[in-house]
Antibody
Framework: EVQLVESGGGLVEPGGSLRLSCVAS????????MSWVRQAPGKGLEWVSDITNGGETIYYADSVKGRFTVSSDSAKNSLYVDMKSLRAEDTAVYYC?????????????WGQGTLLIVSS | DVQMTQDPSTLSASVGDRVTITCRASQFISLHLNWYQQRPGKAPKLLISGINSLQTGVPPRFSGSGSGIDFTLTISGLQPEDFASYYC?????????FGQGTKVEIK
């Protein structure tokens, strides 16, 4: 069974930094693409970033480009997002998800999410 | 960016009803269309990929159809556990984009 567990969320002041983590079990992250998707309180889903298996290619939404850096550690089977210059509009639940790339790319397994609040 | 527009935003229905949610893309996305279900307070769950491929374990009352730019999610015989929000999502082009969501409420 695939399990994804996010952590690292919390309250950060505007302009601050934070790292979110996602630990995977039941899969070898070397063989999977991974993604971050976020959801502001009471709002819809917003794609944030994809990292292909092996971390060779990383894509970002324009809203986070230059401020967020996604990485993975295959030895720890973990995915990370380093966030800086945080803004109020970054407040959201952040989900990590596996990214299946066969045929049609899709987010096929999701973690439970971790909440980031950016506020003074 | 490819804009995904769902209709309706909210839908009131009763157990046993057949409900249809539509999703329109702002440009051609071929078959790169997925549907997700999100129950309150829970993570999204992939229901259907590639327009009409039901994921393992998803009940057959869920079905997807469409092509090009217009797509539909149908629930035939709504069950209590189906009251949730539903999102379409395109993977044809970056950035990946979601519809704004459709909330299915109890009438």
């Amino acid at each position: 069974e695939v399990q994804l567990v996010e952590s690292g969320g919390g309250l950060v002041e505007p302009g601050g930094s934070l790292r979110l983590s996602c630990v995977a079990s039941g899969i070898n992250m070397r063989n999977f693409g991974m993604s971050w998707v976020r959801q502001a309180p009471g709002k819809g889903l917003e794609w944030v970033s994809d990292i292909t298996n092996g971390g060779e290619t990383i894509y970002y939404a324009d809203s986070v480009k230059g401020r967020f850096t996604v990485s993975s550690d295959s030895a720890k089977n973990s995915l990370y997002v380093d966030m800086k210059s945080l803004r109020a509009e970054d407040t959201a639940v952040y989900y990590c998800a596996t990214l299946a790339l066969s045929e049609v790319a899709r987010f096929d397994h999701w973690g439970q999410g971790t909440l980031l609040i950016v506020s003074s | 960016d490819v804009q995904m527009t769902q209709d309706p935003s909210t839908l009131s229905a009763s157990v046993g009803d057949r409900v249809t949610i539509t999703c329109r893309a702002s440009q051609f996305i071929s078959l790169h269309l997925n549907w997700y279900q999100q129950r309150p307070g829970k993570a999204p769950k992939l229901l259907i990929s590639g327009i009409n491929s039901l994921q393992t374990g998803v009940p057959p009352r869920f079905s997807g159809s469409g092509s090009g730019i217009d797509f539909t999610l149908t629930i035939s015989g709504l069950q209590p556990e189906d009251f949730a929000s539903y999102y379409c999502q395109q993977s044809f082009l970056y950035p990946r984009t979601f519809g704004q969501g459709t909330k299915v409420e109890i009438k």
